[in-house]
């Protein structure tokens, strides 16, 4: 039976390359998608990368990952800082949660220090951009294996 | 013309009896919902019994509510703490409406102390677990025959 | 050997029936005892039930069921918000504890969401007047009786 | 190329003339549609008009009106107070983007006084009631003349 | 029917006169009684005279009066800035409360800041040592004369 | 009888037009107060335009409104974030206050999150420069003809 | 060589009588000037009695009253809760100062807990109307004897 | 003429060695009595000890010793956090106060960490179970001494 | 062309040299004038020394300082704590601005911890007493000549 | 094998019995090295008593203690409200740790109620000045013996 | 000219393998040195690896890091919650800097969540154990290629 | 004998004129020593000129200060706004101290605005670059003349 790796991202995230790309960069979510494919595939798991504005639909991804993932990676974007809806449902995992911002949030608004990803994540990654998925993904794969 | 009593079901509550059962038991959401159907219907009410995952699902149902129940009973799960959309759809109820948690929020995190749906509503009633949907349905139908 | 269940009343709840009847309803405490005598005594156990305005003699009267009660309800009107030494006594109970409140603190002053009953509690019932007492009563001999 | 204007209404706009009408008036939200529309389509431009009660939903239509609006205005009704989801929408947009609300959230509850959107946006317009809209309209229309 | 005016006076204003004389003066509470009872007499009314360490006393003496007097002065002692229990007993009285202090607590310690006595209270007076007592009871006697 | 409406201005708005242009524009408050004029008298009400730096003048012309103008459109500046008097003065009015700001405050120092003026207003215009005088003077005109 | 009482009012108190009749009664200023001039001229005394909406000219003439009152009694308004100038010039005075209040500041809105008068006095009436004018006279006159 | 030694303990104290006895030991507060009655005996000195759940009844004992003891150990369990009355009447003592604590309140509750005793004592000793009256006794002895 | 200094002084600072002689010395406004209009004459510049106790006339002066000033020294006394209005006149100025104050405000009153002025000046000097403003003068002519 | 007491003092104690002699006595920590050095030496054991302005070194003396010290008393003076680096070495020890101070902090100023050293700590002692240590010391030891 | 890359370890970290082994693994300090060398050396840059217990040798440190290296790597421990100096140094570098820590602070005490090395770090890696050394060694030899 | 005046340098300071020089300047420290020394040695006293990155080694110059030095000036640097043992060394110092910033912390973070230094200082100068050093000397020569 094979296994899965979840990768979960907010709402905005299906705008990267386009949005602010003097800060983000300009890869875009698909490009991001298919690099993490290509290295998920190489260790013989399975894929589910997937992106949602609305945080009920997150919670039922990440409900789902909870059924069936070996590993979560989650770029929660701005329900980072206001779901408590998706603080309850990681808090059903018992698998590696693995909490991924692009920029560094400590550097940012006050509003962003509020963060209920990652009270419920066993480890996080920050302010590397789009490099951060690829070591996300890297780690999560030792993780599996242990 | 009958009448009908509403019970809606926020966030992660689709997952009770799978989700951290030495806390919230065994019992899940369909067992909870067959007590209440037969508690409702012998006392000759209709009932409508919903959960959603998505805050802008639930505002919509307490709308329907507002137009159609004779009261309504709410476990907004997370959204209790978040959302003043579901506080503001409440406001629109003149019907009683009576606040249930399965849990006892008060000895929780402190961000479970933000509350938006208490004070839009008549009665609460907390940490009696499942036995809480039979007293606050038992309740609402006495209030309703006043 | 009889079971006993302690009811006990906090300050000004002696006043019940008299004081802003349009809020709180115009039954007294005496008929309110009156109808929780017959619910206990009819499920073969013992009731006491008290009123004081002292906070001292309000944690005499937990220690006091904290040896012999089967289960408490505590209505501890002003002292839920004040009195740490009523949390402490409640806090030695092991026994089933049962937080009342007539009104649903939750729509008062800022100086009423300060609660030290809650975090001691098992399980609470707010904002249904009078009723709250006989539904407190019935969980609570549920609960005596698993 | 025609150019469009938005107009997007947050969660319980749709209640609109039901919903407390001695605060909000008896005009509903297809009404004040209607009226917007008459002004649009007079300066030559397209109307996108829509209400939501969903988070994510107001996200998605804000990234289109980034795509192809010529302004935005935008009455996100209690998501104003709670979403850094929108926040972030709105600072997709280089176009101007106007704060709307019926009533004067100054005067109101003080979890009201948070506002993700005004920080996002270009200007706001508070407490003119249905007569807001007409006024929004007519700036906005003069702001993308310029 | 004669009519009575109520003095209450909370802890360790037993020790008037003996503690700390330098900043309250030499004058004792009993001297203060009976400088009161004469001005009471005088205006043909009785008067209820009394001091108590314990909050619940107080409470009970605050409810008496407000089943007999015709105006309530109160100097609550440090429970002024503790008891909510009092605070619930003073909002009982729909006549004449007067709060009243020795010295003036705007000059001294923080938590002598947070008053629960003043919101229940019609009118205070503080700071004037024990003339306030006289001061209090003369305007009492207006108001009860109204 | 001829009808006034007032609109004053507070601290530094003298210095429009040379202050920051970048930000506030090159317009200067002489030439608003034109443009304010031409409407007002072409709805055939009188004008009374004024600016000053200081609070308890801007105190003295709200009572004067108070006791002669149809309407009130304030931009208090600086005031608007420390000026209890002022907000006093604004609470005499029956008549409707108009809250007016060039720039967005909400986009600005935390301490221009304080507002005295805006509890005490009927509605509010924020950003829009000095166009805002001119949606105000045509709003104010619209709720005097009713 | 004679004495003078020095009576300072704050900004809005030129309008006592006209302002919110129903709270504050139908006295006006001048009326209460009256009655104080009575009872000072009686104890051989002269009176200075002013009003200003300016806090700059409050506390020039607080500076006044250092250099030739016997006493002071101060009803500030709204600077009393904003005005750290008028604080430091009470400070400059070492002959008795009464802070006076017409209403019961503690019962009203919380930036009126704010108080920079009160430390700097040496005693305060609140909550007596214009019957506190008289009582702050009344006590002024016997502090002025001693 | 014999000194005397002021031992006074707080609410819920008089369950010591039957309360959570893996915190707090089995030793009863009766066999803690006969410890420090030995000490100070030996000491010739005479030794009150009480107990009481009343915070009215510990502000007069707090009283009683300011009148007649020599040094007073104090520990005030519950109400440490609450009792302003209580400071107040420490304040009345000028021989020595020694604050005394079983446990560590430092690693307990935040509500635990508000301490209106230790501003009105000398010194203090937390944690170490009952060793700690046999400590402050032993410390008081000295004190007394000097 | 000649070049002018501003020296503006806040409210109560008339009063120098009789103001509690003991903590700010007997050195009277007069004699800081004459000593400051010495070295700014020695220098070659005319100086403008005002004092005022109304925070509109200092806004006042401080545009006209914007307008024809080399620099600007200003000790703003109590309103450095309160005024907004004279942080954004100080904001207009492209000219060093020093700010002064006579005694050490950190080691006083949390209310005077408040600062609007400082953010809008580039220095400050705090402590020397009179020696303050020859060292805010000396510092400001080198400025000047750079 | 010989058993080591530990003794750290903090930041300023070297200057013991010069500094402010009238509060903190005339004793030198040399002294106190001496008295405890007699006591240590009496019950059989070895004293390491160190002092050292600098938190770093202070760490590092508690992680030798954890390597080899039966117990640890530690006075770290301002680093008590300042460290968590010392917190956390201090976390490291399975040995009793006593707090102690000279002074009572309670009664100090606020940014001393913070404390990182006794949620780390076995127990503490304050207030008893010099005498602190022989009492720290006597209760080490019996707890060592234990 | 070879690169240089520097890893600094803060207070405690020298104890790693020894403290809490069940929470912070087995791996010693010395062991992840050694697989950090052997990664940087392949990469062909030079390696700085240190650590210090002292805040002001990891201040001068970071300076040298700032003069010398290609990439920083600093696990500040619990410095990162309370050194400004620390951020002050690292604000030095225009270099690249990656924050690391063993644990996922935002699961634990709320004074870990201050932090003062993230506003002034590239990016950080939370929670990964000793896998996080080799993800921020990886990492940031991509970052100096670049 | 001659006496010494001690200028103390926190951490960073050794970085200046390299340390972002558009800020700063490019003056360097050692050029600042040269001419302080060259003031001092003119009025005939020796000069201690010190920099440290360590708080330790700084609280050990302050005591060396205390014991030999007419009068101190320190920039803190960032201890300023972290360290108590510095404020509680400078309180040993009963000559005169004054604090010292290159430039105007007023104008920066938040965490700058907490002072440890301030209160413990006689008087302060900030924002004047270098000049600011040769300020304090020459004030620091005055003030021990006196």
């Known amino acids: ?10 709402p905005n995230l299906n705008r990267l390359g386009t ?3 003097e800060i983000y960069g300009t890869v875009t979510l698909d490009e991001i998608k298919g ?17 949602s504005n609305a945080e ?21 974007g701005a329900y980072t ?22 920029s560094n ?3 940012r608004e006050v509003f962003r220090q509020t963060n209920y990803v990652a009270p419920a994540a066993t480890a996080s990654i920050c302010g590397f951009g789009a490099m951060g998925y690829e070591m996300a993904v890297t780690a999560a794969l030792k993780l599996v294996k242990i």
Do not use: W
């Open 1 to 10: 039976m094979s296994k899965t790796l979840y990768i979960l991202n907010g």
């Open 81 to 102: 800082h206001t779901s408590i809806a998706l603080h309850d449902a990681l808090k059903l995992m018992s698998q590696p949660v693995i909490e991924l911002h692009l």
């Open 56 to 76: 009920g639909e997150l919670v039922s991804q990440v409900q789902q990952a909870a059924d069936s993932a070996s590993a979560l990676i989650i770029n929660a």
């Open 19 to 21: 949005r602010q790309p």
């Open 105 to 107: 949030p400590a550097a």
């Open 35 to 51: 690099c993490c494919a290509e290295l998920v595939s190489a260790a013989g798991l399975d894929l589910v990368f997937r992106q």
